[in-house]
């Protein structure tokens, strides 16, 4: 197969990424900008970049995405695109007629140097943007982060033009949600409404990427964070940011901007990172935790213990975000699995130390590494040294699992080749039975299709 001929033998590598574990950063900003109701999406640059970005997201979510382009040509590439996106906007207000417009930049608009804040600037001054419609805007250079990085920078920016401060306090709080799936913020909305708290979720993808089938084409789907909730965070009484990589830029300037202090928690994927999301909710939303919610985690438990058998000492590779990773890490070695690889092609300093933290002395022999390098051939080498029973990670690992028959659950982004993640949630305590479902399913098939004729049983 394609990887067959990868060697085991790690070579130090300083410019030379092959097959990185992360996408760029647009793609992100496009992801936040369709959290937003009544919103589309603009690139700042090619029409290629605008193509690739609409379509890894069409892809995983099987939903179409809208977005406009500049269209820049070999004329915008000298002399700069602001004709283009002034242009742009006066033609997207009168065609398309969406409520706010959100602007990302490209690489090739961030290397020539167009300054997205004086272009909007100057299309407002002009009177080229509609009373009661918006253009926010967001840096996004595709040679710096990752997805990740382009979904922060678009939140920090959404946060930034609509959050506002009055006299009036309201009885809500603000849950910056993360790069998760449609499914997840409608599980965030579940568990919030279960414990009786008021909340603004942003950004909010449920009902656009996983809308109904209606037979009728709607450009804008009734999902999403509206213009008065997102003005209304700036009175709230506390933010609960969802990943620190995703989150933490917009909780920061939210604070800043109108004195809304933020507890930073992560994404509440398996036991422990949902009892502290559960716990940051009921302190700053002064609520207690339903006997609902108690039992959906003794649920948990009990199917943990019950399956214990088939996860003790089973060896996971994981590759993705490092908003997810960390607390999947942490809920794997919470059930006795040993996650001994971990990649992410998203840069950032604080991903050793809480891998450290995690697995420094439940898995002493982990090996993990982010950033540059931190690639799809790094983990295959690594595989290759010393096999894993399970990998956990997007549509990418699916090569190495052909080449080195390793049972492979798809969690994270993109999932590219099979259905379901923007349908079923992973965060949660239910979210937590979605993963170890898989995770056994996974493993018990390969047990049945590999085990001598004599072990094979009826009941496991």
Known sequence: MLLNHTTSKIVERKAL??????????IGAM???????????????SQGCCSYHRSTLTRHYKEP??????????????????????????????IYEPDIIAVHSTCLSETIGDDLSQIVGKAASEGQIPEGKHVIQAPTPSYVGSHVTGYANMVEGIVKYFAKKSDELKNQLNILSGWVEPSDM???KRMLKLMKVKNVLLPDTSDVLDSPMTGKFEMYPKGGTTIPEMVSMGDSLHTIALGEWATEKAAITLDNQCKVKFSMTDLPIGIQATDRFIQAIAKAGSVSVPESINDERGRLVDV??????????????????????????????????KPVYIVSGTPGKNFNKRMEEILGESVPEAKYKNGANADMLLMHQWIKENPVDLLIGNTYGKYISRDENI???????PIIDRIGHSYFPTLGYMGGLRILEKILSALMDKQDATCPEESFELVM
């Open 17 to 26: 990424t092959v097959n990185p574990a992360k996408t760029c950063q647009p």
């Open 31 to 45: 992801y936040a900008a369709l959290g937003i109701h009544g919103c589309l999406p603009h690139s700042h640059g």
């Open 65 to 94: 995405v809208m977005a406009a382009t500049s269209s820049f040509t070999e004329g915008a590439c000298v002399f700069g695109g602001q004709s283009n996106l002034l242009q742009a906007i006066t033609n997207i207000f009168t």
């Open 186 to 188: 409608r599980e965030l």
């Open 304 to 337: 943990i213990t019950d399956m214990h058998q088939y996860l003790y000492g089973k060896r996971v590779a994981l590759w993705g975000d490092p908003d997810q990773l960390i607390p999947l890490a942490e809920f794997l070695v919470d059930m006795d699995m």
């Open 407 to 413: 049972p492979f659950v798809r969690m994270g982004f």
